[in-house]
């Protein structure tokens, strides 16, 4: 079992920045895969950024170049630097994980919001 914590929502203006983290505990978790997914009022959920447990990212196109997703095993933190905030990236962050070798990402975190006023 992995248990997910997400921090570092809040509300910023167009342009500005944020930085949200996803802490884990739990077993080893530089065995695990993880993706930062958002969902909007009245959208599906969308994974916007992941980072296998190699290391390897991937991003949606809405977010390249303006998000990053990083991760820190030693302290078991995954971190998504968000520049260049758009009003369309308002949402509820959640931060997943799954086993290096699951297709499906099994453990969710419960969320933190994120709000960029225009």
């Known amino acids: 079992q992995v248990q997910l914590v997400e921090s570092g929502g809040g509300l910023v203006q167009a342009g500005g920045s944020l930085r949200l983290s996803c802490g884990a505990s739990?077993?080893?978790?530089?065995?695990?895969?993880v993706g930062w997914f958002r969902q909007a009022p009245g959208k599906e959920r969308e994974l916007v950024a992941s980072?296998?447990?190699?290391?390897?990212?991937n991003y949606a196109d809405s977010v390249k170049g303006r998000f990053t997703i990083s991760r820190d095993n030693a302290v078991k933190t995954v971190y998504l630097q968000m520049n260049s905030l758009k009003p369309e990236d308002t949402a509820v962050y959640y931060c997943?994980?799954?086993?290096?070798?699951?297709?499906?990402?099994?453990?969710w975190g419960q969320g933190t919001q994120v709000t960029v006023s225009s």
């Open positions: 997943a994980a799954r086993y290096y070798s699951s297709t499906s990402y099994n453990f």
């Open positions: 739990g077993r080893t978790f530089s065995n695990y895969g």
């Open positions: 980072i296998s447990s190699g290391g390897s990212t």
